[in-house]
Structure formats: structure tokens, C-alpha cells
């Protein structure tokens, strides 16, 4: 189960980091990724990263303003935001694929199976 944490309203120029924490399983064996849905708009990916984190992938969108990291000790992953704007605002949502065998990622809403509730972010003056 994911669950996602961190969300909230921000000024534009702001910063905020998203937390993704899984209950009943390792988080070392998956790949991770953050999508978002704004209101009337399709979900869209933000960024993911591979199992040993040492791959990550952005959208353009959001390239190099955000940054995504894991803590497997932790089991967590995080989405740190930065230089946020008011398209920004989207309600955030993680997703986890179960990797045993490769450390591959895909920045795609295809590629993951599971998904948490998300959490509401808001850029806004």
C-alpha cells in the first residue's frame, strides 16, 4: 500500500517535498514514480526512478525544478519541488512497479501497477 504525504498549499517561487512511504512490502524490489492530474486534464508523469536509484527520469515540465530520491532503508521516496508554479497545482500521485529482476524504470503510466491516493498541491498567491 502507498501512501502519499507532503502535500499543501505553496506561494509561487515556493518549495514543497512529496513523501511516499509503502506498508507491507520492501520498497528496494520497485521502481517508483510520481504522476500528477490537474483538474480537467489527463494524469501525467512528473518523474521516476529505478530500484537502485541510480537512474531518474523527469518531464520536461518540471526538469530541473524537481528531484526525485529514495530511502530504501526508509522505504520511502520523496519528490522535492522547487520553483513551483501555479501549473504546479495537481493533485500528486505515486506509483510503484515491482522490479525483482531488472533495474529498469519507465516514465510511463503504463509501466506501474500500484498506485496510492494521492495528495493535493496547490501553487497559489
Known amino acids: 500500500q502507498l501512501v502519499e504525504s507532503g502535500g499543501g498549499l505553496v506561494q509561487p517561487g515556493g518549495s514543497l517535498r512529496l513523501s511516499c512511504a509503502q506498508s507491507?512490502?520492501?520498497?528496494?524490489?520497485?521502481?517508483m514514480g510520481w504522476f500528477r492530474q490537474a483538474p480537467g486534464k489527463e494524469r501525467e508523469a512528473v518523474a521516476c526512478?529505478?530500484?537502485?536509484?541510480?537512474?531518474?527520469l523527469y518531464a520536461d515540465s518540471v526538469q530541473g525544478r524537481f528531484t526525485i530520491s529514495r530511502n530504501n532503508a526508509e522505504n520511502t521516496v520523496y519528490l522535492q519541488m522547487s520553483s513551483l508554479k501555479p501549473e504546479d497545482t495537481a493533485v500528486y500521485y505515486c506509483?510503484?512497479?515491482?522490479?525483482?529482476?531488472?533495474?529498469?524504470?519507465?516514465?510511463?503510466?503504463?509501466?506501474?501497477?500500484?498506485w496510492g491516493q494521492g495528495t493535493q498541491v496547490t501553487v497559489s498567491s
Open positions: 507491507g512490502d520492501t520498497l528496494r524490489h520497485y521502481a
Open positions: 526512478i529505478n530500484k537502485s536509484g541510480v537512474l531518474t
Open positions: 506509483a510503484a512497479e515491482f522490479t525483482p529482476t531488472s533495474d529498469y524504470v519507465l516514465l510511463a503510466e503504463r509501466y506501474f501497477n500500484s
